[in-house]
């Protein structure tokens, strides 16, 4: 068998905290977790990340980087800054199982204990908020949207995106998908100056 290569282990080792992560949270994530899963000795996880925290805070920055990597091809597929910005709040909203939106919540909790993971945390919250502001910022060279600061738009309505969806995944029934786009397309109407109207689905052509 061809031996990996150390990208290649190193990736393996950060794919398999995560789904361990997923089971257990990350503050009851233990590197012997991880080791074990993989079939592997704890030394081997230590070659490649120093201790806990930072291999925790690199774990979820490979995931959350796929995830913010997902979006960003999803968002790409539409033309317009309006349809664009409908997508976004679309993806934003978790689904059942959302594994995805489970380590960005509880990456935030650890983020209050872990310094790297408070670093890599802030970065990537500060990517996504920028795939935002730049989707409001063509909207408003476009003329699409009426905006005098984007980068103030755009932590408005990640942060009521962020906690409707802490909202969806802690608390079962209190908010469904649907009602998650709909707060966000209310405030963006408000935001934007757009139509009352604005994501109404336009009548199709006969």
């Known amino acids: ?36 899963k993989l079939g592997v000795s704890t030394g081997l996880i230590h070659y490649h990340f ?16 796929q995830d913010i990597d ?28 959302d594994y995805a939106w489970m380590l960005w919540i509880d990456s935030w909790g650890e983020a209050l204990r872990n310094e790297a993971m408070q670093e890599i945390s802030q970065e990537l919250d500060i990517q996504s908020k920028g795939q935002l502001e730049a989707i409001i910022r063509e909207g408003v060279e476009s003329k699409e949207f009426r905006c005098d600061d984007p980068n103030g738009a755009a932590w ?17 029934g209190v908010i469904s998908r649907a009602g998650h786009r ?17 994501f109404a689905p336009k009548p199709r052509r006969k």
């Open 156 to 172: 408005r309505l990640s942060a009521l995106a962020d906690g409707l969806a802490i909202q969806m995944a802690a608390h079962s």
């Open 1 to 36: 068998m061809r031996r990996q290569t150390v990208d290649e282990r190193r990736a393996e080792i950060l794919e398999t905290t995560c789904e361990v992560v997923i089971e257990r949270g990350f503050a009851a994530t233990r590197i012997s977790d991880v080791a074990h």
């Open 70 to 97: 997902r979006v960003a091809a999803r968002v790409a597929e539409v033309p317009t800054a309006l349809a664009k910005l409908d997508r976004i709040f679309q993806l934003w909203a978790p689904e059942q199982d």
């Open 182 to 198: 709909n707060h966000l397309r209310t405030a963006a109407i408000a935001e934007f100056g757009l139509k009352p109207n604005a």
């Open 50 to 65: 120093e201790n806990k925290e930072l291999l925790l805070a690199e774990a979820f920055k490979f995931a959350a980087r």
